[in-house]
């Protein structure tokens, strides 16, 4: 097996991705929303490029049977729900879809809908979905696509990713490492996940908004089963 790791979402428009796997990661907060919607009960998620998508999307769909959540640039979008995980558990999404839209984790899943399979990853669901792509792997180089922030690396995808390279090397004898890979093992190896998710720019922003449990939520590993994967332009929980 081959790892990779992509600092950003726009580093996916360069990729030839038939036949990889890639796994999006956005921890503060789109992909480690996803992992909690699903896990309580969601019927699936439909990431949107932005808020007019989204729309777009609620209109085809009855009443009552979805919950629209998305921000833009850390903003809440009018007439939204507040799309981070603790506030969207509060919601009545078992049963129903989430139709989501974010300024990053959503726009880099649908650049990686190309590849041959894609996950939604984070810290919260990290073991489960390197379980499953070991476990349903066919010797595929796999691409850890950080979503990044607006364009510029951020600390927190990456500390994520070195979760994800950090249980691939135990769960796979010989794993072939690119230097990004190696680096984020590195980072996550050394460093306590709380103290990475507060310390970078988007965590930062998140405590100085009173949402310290969000970002304490997001940095906790290994806490759920799901395996979110992008079937038909929706994220539906893998089989187990």
Known sequence: MKLHVLTRKEEL???????KVVVVLDVLFATTSIAAVLAAGASEVVPALDG?????????????SFVLAGELGAETLPGFANPTPLALLQLPLRGRALVYSTTNGTVALGKA?????????????????????????????????????AGAFNLEDFYGAGHLVSRFT??????ELSDAARAARLLHDGADALACLSQ????RLMLERGLAGEVEYAARRDLLEVVPELVGGRLVAAPR
């Open 113 to 149: 809908a190309g590849a041959a399979r894609v996950y939604a990853a984070a810290l919260v669901n990290g073991a489960a979905v390197v379980d499953h792509v070991v476990r349903t792997g066919r010797g595929e180089t796999v691409l850890l696509a950080c979503s990044g922030s």
């Open 200 to 203: 970078g720019r988007v965590g």
């Open 52 to 64: 007019d998508a989204a729309r777009s999307v609620a209109a085809g769909r009855p009443p009552g």
């Open 170 to 175: 135990r769960a796979v004898e010989g794993c």
């Open 13 to 19: 428009d360069d990729q030839r991705l038939p036949g």
